[in-house]
């Protein structure tokens, strides 16, 4: 069974940074590309970051290019994604997903951490 576990979310000022951490377990972490995605009050959960298993490519969305950057060391099972220039409006949970197959960019996902708290203050 596939366990992602997230961490690093917390209260931070607009313009400050956070980095977050998703500790997986159950499976061979370095064939599957793992994603962040978050989810805001009254939202609909969105598609934040992918990373491919090897960590040589990456998507974003747009609301988070060139602040945000997803990165992964398969050698401790654990996905990043490094948050930069936060604003209010990307004060949400947020969670890390893993797909059950190993195509590079799935249509969906299959596993969800727990999700972690982010919050920015303005």
């Known amino acids: 069974q596939v366990q992602l576990v997230e961490s690093g979310g917390g209260l931070v000022q607009a313009g400050g940074s956070l980095r977050l951490s998703c500790a997986a377990s159950?499976?061979?972490?370095?064939?599957?590309?793992m994603a962040w995605f978050r989810q805001a009050p009254g939202k609909e959960r969105e598609f934040v970051a992918a990373?491919?298993?090897?960590?040589?490519?990456?998507n974003y969305a747009d609301a988070v290019k060139g602040r945000f950057t997803i990165a992964r060391d398969n050698a401790k099972n654990t996905v990043y994604l490094q948050m930069n220039s936060l604003e209010p409006d990307d004060a949400a949970v947020y969670y890390c997903?893993?797909?059950?197959?190993?195509?590079?960019?799935?249509?969906?996902?299959?596993?969800w951490g727990q999700g972690t708290q982010v919050t920015v203050s303005s």
């Open positions: 997903a893993a797909p059950a197959n190993g195509i590079l960019w799935p249509g969906k996902y299959d596993y």
């Open positions: 159950g499976r061979t972490f370095s064939y599957y590309t």
């Open positions: 990373i491919s298993g090897s960590g040589g490519s990456s």
